[in-house]
């Protein structure tokens, strides 16, 4: 009986040593991510993200900042955009296939057209949704496609295209439709 005692105990400890291991293993993820993007609607800007430790791992939530100074030629334009979403992961390690959603904010400002001061802007309000790959662990590369609708005031655009740029439109409903997409390099800790 002893004997057989000394050898149960000899096979269980390899195997629950091994399953320890493993569980540790599986719960090493780097949470916190940065990245630079590529894409609409942020056009450059940094990305940051975190996966939240509860739901296996399923869930982040993610942040974007884009400002662009004097984007536009003969002029004195800022661009600017800034969003805050969620992801959710399909699989437990925060990487891989994932769907999105968020809301963000376009400012666009011009203070100077070929010399001439001018103060006028122009907000956009959007909601985006997104499917997106995420491949790599620590360096990382992700790639997003999806759909917005943009959201603004249509007098206000209307007068900021015909102040700025001489353009005459006149949109008839208050929001637009457009697909999004982006590519990132970032690395995650």
Known sequence: MRKLKCVLLILI???LGFSQENENKEHEINRSRISLDVGFPNIVGLSGEYILPFVSN???INADITYLPNFVPNSKTTISYYSLGSNIYFNKKGK???FGFGYGHLPIRT?????KKVDISVDFSIFNSKLGLKIGTTAFIKFEIGYSMM???IEEANYYMDETYGLQINPTIDFLHLMNGKIGFGYSF
């Open 13 to 15: 400890f390899p195997v």
């Open 58 to 60: 399923h869930f982040s």
């Open 96 to 98: 891989g296939l994932y």
């Open 111 to 115: 203070t100077e057209i070929e010399n």
């Open 151 to 153: 959201f603004y005031n």
